[in-house]
């Protein structure tokens, strides 16, 4: 998902939105264990995390997130609402 959110702010928000500034927005993926893709062989652990931070995901391994943390789902939400409001506010423009 981290790629595909990378992909999605270089190209497609920034070709519809050009009046959005995303190029500060930052990626993170947070991972609990030491390697990206654990059940996968370290060839693919090195070219995940080598094709993630071309693409400027910031990765974290090794990290755990406190039990009060934001969820994907309210990250996810949270997206949507301002997109939503970006929206409105560029068709009132």
């Known amino acids: 998902m981290a790629g595909g959110l990378a992909d999605m702010i270089h190209s497609t928000i920034t070709a519809e939105y050009e009046d959005l500034t995303v190029n500060c927005a ?3 993926l947070v991972e609990r264990g030491t390697v ?3 059940p996968f062989s370290t060839r693919a ?3 995940a995390s080598k094709v993630l931070q071309h693409d ?3 990765l ?3 990290t755990e997130t406190p039990p009060c943390s934001i969820t994907l789902s309210h990250a996810l939400s949270e997206f949507v609402e301002l997109a ?3 929206a409105s506010v560029l068709g009132a423009v």
């Open 84 to 86: 939503k409001l970006a």
């Open 60 to 62: 974290k391994l090794n």
């Open 45 to 47: 652990h090195e070219y």
């Open 26 to 28: 930052r990626i993170y």
């Open 56 to 58: 400027g995901v910031i």
């Open 36 to 38: 990206l893709l654990a």
